[in-house]
T-cell receptor, first 116, second 112 residues
Framework: GAGVSQSPRYKVAKRGQDVALRCDPI?????LFWYQQALGQGPEFLTY????????KSGLPSDRFFAERPEGSVSTLKIQRTQQEDSAVYLC??????????????FGSGTRLTVV | AQSVSQHNHHVILSEAASLELGCNYS??????LFWYVQYPGQHLQLLLK??????LVKGIKGFEAEFIKSKFSFNLRKPSVQWSDTAEYFC??????????FGKGTRLHILP
């Protein structure tokens, strides 16, 4: 597609429930990033893929968070046993080339997760 | 580790006023600098970026930013703002081999 597509746009989960958030990057984009944006804050880095390889997962807040990109295109961010502090907008971004080129990212509209 | 500091959390201006949003960063190597904008209800969009060369960078919609290496700053400017510039603005920094780190954002409100 023309842009980065994320689904669902909104997700309400009961505390303890598992959720899966999907990101469809721009076709051919090598790099894919996940960010978490809490209310009133800037996006916080979670993890980064180059093709199917997860090169950096230093931002994942706990082992309840898991991301994958098995075929180097679509990515899924999974959160197990959701907690209220997981409530945030989860942003996906993609880039044609790896970060070292200095290209900016193209962001999706995000998934707003609310844990009740 | 890299970090970004935005000076103002909330700025209110009247139309036609001049704008300057402060941004300072901390990073130990060669740096790429960005300003992103998020209009109400929309996704983050790249406003402008500095990669190398001329430290005065011009972006979309009349925005510009100046990279001052000695001050570790990358302030965003616009000589005359419009009501449609109401949005949240994020400064971001990235290294050549690293992810992009964002500041906490500045919410800009333009009074008509």
């Amino acid at each position: 597609g023309a842009g980065v597509s994320q689904s669902p746009r909104y997700k309400v989960a009961k505390r303890g429930q598992d959720v899966a958030l999907r990101c469809d990057p721009i076709s051919g984009h090598v790099s894919l990033f996940w960010y978490q944006q809490a209310l009133g804050q800037g996006p916080e880095f979670l993890t980064y893929f180059q093709n199917e390889a997860q090169l950096d997962k230093s931002g994942l807040p706990s082992d309840r968070f898991f991301a994958e990109r098995p075929e180097g295109s679509v990515s899924t961010l999974k959160i197990q046993r959701t907690q209220q502090e997981d409530s945030a907008v989860y942003l996906c971004a993609s880039s044609l080339r790896p970060p070292l080129t200095g290209d900016g990212y193209t962001f999706g509209s995000g998934t707003r997760l609310t844990v009740v | 580790a890299q970090s970004v500091s935005q000076h103002n959390h909330h700025v209110i201006l009247s139309e036609a006023a001049s704008l300057e949003l402060g941004c300072n960063y901390s990073y130990g190597g060669t740096v790429n600098l960005f300003w992103y904008v998020q209009y109400p209800g929309q996704h983050l969009q790249l406003l402008l970026k500095y990669f190398s060369g001329d430290p005065l960078v011009k972006g979309i919609k009349g925005f510009e930013a100046e990279f001052i290496k000695s001050k570790f700053s990358f302030n965003l400017r616009k000589p005359s703002v419009q009501w449609s510039d109401t949005a949240e603005y994020f400064c971001a920094v990235g290294g050549r081999d690293d992810k992009i780190i964002f500041g906490k954002g500045t919410r800009l409100h333009i009074l008509p």
